[in-house]
Nanobody
């Protein structure tokens, strides 16, 4: 079992930055591919970014590539999402998720992930 707790959301002006954190319980954090997803009102949950077990490989949705950076600290059981150049379309609830094992071709799919945090709201004002 893995429990995930996100933090760092809030209200920011367009062009600003936020850093989300996700703290995981358990002693096998490094065995999980970690992902960030988001869900805007009236829309389906969508993939944002993911990171491999060691942190050596990262994957991004086209909409955030070049603006967001995912990273992890396995010693602290924590994954981060640095978000820069935010715009109003980034407004959503952001979720941290975990799936056991290595990255696969399915690792951008919501259904792949077994564990989810409660979400943190990110609101970008114009």
């Amino acid at each position: 079992q893995v429990q995930l707790v996100e933090s760092g959301g809030g209200l920011v002006q367009a062009g600003g930055s936020l850093r989300l954190s996700c703290a995981a319980s358990g002693r096998t954090f490094s065995s999980y591919t970690m992902g960030w997803f988001r869900q805007a009102p009236g829309k389906e949950r969508e993939f944002v970014a993911a990171i491999s077990l060691s942190g050596g490989s990262t994957y991004y949705a086209e909409s955030v590539k070049g603006r967001f950076t995912i990273s992890r600290d396995n010693a602290k059981n924590t994954v981060y999402l640095q978000m820069n150049s935010l715009n109003t379309e980034d407004t959503a609830v952001y979720y941290c998720a975990a799936t056991r094992g290595r990255w696969t071709g399915q690792s951008m799919a919501v259904r792949t992930y077994d564990y989810w945090g409660q979400g943190t709201q990110v609101t970008v004002s114009s």
